[in-house]
T-cell receptor, first 113, second 114 residues
C-alpha cells in the first residue's frame, strides 16, 4: 500500500524562487495536513484540510499556500522562498474522525539558499 | 489550547536497560494521546495511542505507555531497549470534544549506548 506519498524528497531553492511540494494519499482520508520540522522544535502545523475544497491555517501559515481540489491531493506552494523556510516538510492524512491518528509521508527536505 | 511538554530533549540509555520518556499535556479536558516514532530520515509512524478504556496502553516494538489523568501525563516505557530503538519519539494530544488537529511535542531523541 502506498499510503501518503510526497515528492520531491530533496530540493534546493534560491531565495525568491517558487515551488510546489506534492502530497497524495490513497486511503480516502478526509483530513490532510502539512507540517514543518525544525531541529529541536518538533512539528509545527502549516495548513490543514478537512475535505476537498476546504482548507484552514495552522500555526505557521505565512509564506505558504495550499489547495485541495480532490480528496487525494494536497499540494503546498511556496511563492517566494526565504531562508527561514529551510526545513523538513511532512504531509499527513487522517480518517474522518480527525483526532484518532495521522499517517505521515516520508518528508521533503528543502534548503533555501 | 492544548500543549504538550516532553521534558527531555535527549535520553541516553545503555542497551538492554529500561527507559522512560516523559510527556505531560496541558489541559484537563478529555483527550486522546499518542506516541509517534521517527527513525532517521523517515516520516513519523504511530507507536501507540490512548483513546479510552485501560490506562495502560501497549504498542509496537515492546513499548507501552500509561495515561495518568490526575498528573496529566502519558509517559512511554520499555523494559529493555535495543540498538534499533534509536530514534526520535514524539508525544501528541488532541481534544476529544473538538474536531481539531493533533498537537505534537518537541520530541525526545533516544540514544542507545552499546
Amino acid at each position: 500500500n502506498a499510503g501518503v506519498t510526497q515528492t520531491p524528497k530533496f530540493r534546493i531553492l534560491k531565495i525568491g524562487q517558487s515551488m510546489t511540494l506534492q502530497c497524495t494519499q490513497d486511503m480516502n482520508h478526509n483530513y490532510m495536513y502539512w507540517y514543518r520540522q525544525d531541529p529541536g522544535m518538533g512539528l509545527k502545523l502549516i495548513y490543514y484540510s478537512v475535505g476537498a475544497g476546504i482548507t484552514d491555517k495552522g500555526e505557521v501559515p505565512n509564506g505558504y499556500n495550499v489547495s485541495r481540489s480532490t480528496t487525494e491531493d494536497f499540494p503546498l506552494r511556496l511563492e517566494l522562498a526565504a531562508p527561514s523556510q529551510t526545513s523538513v516538510y511532512f504531509c499527513a492524512s487522517g480518517p474522518p474522525t480527525l483526532n484518532t491518528e495521522a499517517f505521515f509521508g516520508q518528508g521533503t527536505r528543502l534548503t533555501v539558499v | 489550547a492544548q500543549s504538550v511538554t516532553q521534558l527531555d530533549s535527549q535520553v541516553p540509555v545503555f542497551e538492554e536497560a529500561p527507559v522512560e520518556l516523559r510527556c505531560n499535556y496541558s489541559s484537563s479536558v478529555s483527550v486522546y494521546l499518542f506516541w509517534y516514532v521517527q527513525y532517521p530520515n523517515q516520516g513519523l509512524q504511530l507507536l501507540l495511542k490512548y483513546l479510552s478504556g485501560s490506562t495502560l496502553v501497549k504498542g509496537i516494538n515492546g513499548f507501552e505507555a500509561e495515561f495518568n489523568k490526575s498528573q496529566t501525563s502519558f509517559h512511554l516505557r520499555k523494559p529493555s531497549v535495543h540498538i534499533s530503538d534509536t530514534a526520535e519519539y514524539f508525544c501528541a494530544v488532541s481534544d476529544v470534544n473538538r474536531d481539531d488537529k493533533i498537537i505534537f511535542g518537541k520530541g525526545t531523541r533516544l540514544h542507545i549506548l552499546p
